[in-house]
């Protein structure tokens, strides 16, 4: 055989396979990027589920967006609770990558003059909700590139739309729309983000005599109290773990050991302690703190600095 021919034959085998495997590397970093995933809808409503509203949300969602995942952050909201609404999105959106679209109906001034509203934040996710506050603690955190009005109605559903049911006639069907890929700047008007509204949230306050800040909520079916002061800011009282705090709740006060978590106290006893999200919360070991103390929020907080 002639040795030259059959050691070209060699090479080019080898060129060959290495343009195929940089071909396919290539194809599989394409894959990788977030516009060849079906797009995510995160979908948080006060609604419930003992009948069907949410499922005709994601009913309409799907017919006009039938490529999208839907998930379900909760719809268990304390129904009404704009603040409650704020703080999961605040808790959830930081896990969800750019391009996410998060529809939220939390509304009770639903059919009123409040506005219906896509938020773009300057992560690149978009917020489809009424504007009456939700986007408080996402705002401060992750600030908002533009905002627009829902007003085109080629982005919502029904010849005649309810007073009454927006969640179906326009927040989904509008963030369908946007997961879909259509253009964002045609659902309506560009509005000044100054304009949005605010809840009008008390900041905590360090100062010479210790912290004061506020519970905000309870946890889910736990009872715990949820305030919103920073483990940063709750440390700075110079407390050391298992230290003993004393802690006034609106007009009563308590005594608690600052644990890492529920089972450093013995069953049914109280703690302090940092909660998953970062901020301090007090708790019953295997108990319900909110109802064994009656504590019903929001309540004023308010822990005095260590004495050394």
């Known amino acids: 055989m002639n040795r030259p021919f059959f050691k070209r034959i060699i090479f080019g085998c080898f060129l060959f396979g290495l343009v195929v495997t940089l071909c396919n590397v290539r194809s599989a970093k394409a894959a990788d990027t977030p516009e060849h995933y079906p797009p995510t809808i995160v979908f948080m409503t006060d609604f419930g ?3 069907d509203s949410v499922n005709i949300c994601k009913g309409v969602m799907y017919s006009i967006a039938p490529e999208a995942r839907i998930v379900d ?3 268990e909201v304390t129904p009404f609770s704009i603040l409650d609404g704020a703080r999961f999105l605040y808790g959830s959106s930081a896990y969800y990558p750019a391009g996410t679209v998060f529809v939220v109906v939390i509304d009770p001034g639903v059919g009123s003059t409040r506005k219906a509203v896509v938020v773009k934040t300057k992560r690149g996710q978009y917020f489809i909700l009424p504007d009456n506050g939700l986007m408080t603690l996402v ?60 809840l009008n949230l008390v900041a905590p306050k360090l100062d010479e005599k210790g912290l004061s800040g506020e519970v905000i909520a309870t946890d889910g079916p736990f009872g715990n109290l949820v305030t919103n002061i920073d483990a940063e800011d709750f440390m700075k009282l110079g407390f050391a773990w298992g230290q003993q705090v004393r802690v006034t709740i609106g007009k009563q006060t308590v005594v608690v050991p600052l644990m890492h978590t529920f089972s450093d106290v013995p ?13 301090v919360a007090l708790a019953l070991n295997q108990g319900n703190f909110a109802r064994t103390y009656g504590i019903t929020p929001p309540q004023e907080f308010f822990v005095p600095r260590a004495k050394n």
């Open 49 to 51: 589920v003992v009948d």
């Open 73 to 75: 952050l909760t719809h």
């Open 139 to 198: 705002q401060d955190r992750d600030g908002i590139e533009a905002v627009r009005e829902i007003t085109n109605r080629d982005w919502m559903i029904g010849a005649a739309l309810s007073s009454t049911f927006h969640g179906r006639d326009i927040f989904s069907p509008a963030g369908a729309h946007l997961a879909h890929g259509d253009d964002w700047t045609k659902v309506g008007p560009e509005l000044d983000v100054k304009q949005l509204v605010r």
């Open 267 to 279: 069953l049914h006893q109280p703690l302090i302690y940092i909660n998953s999200r970062g901020r």
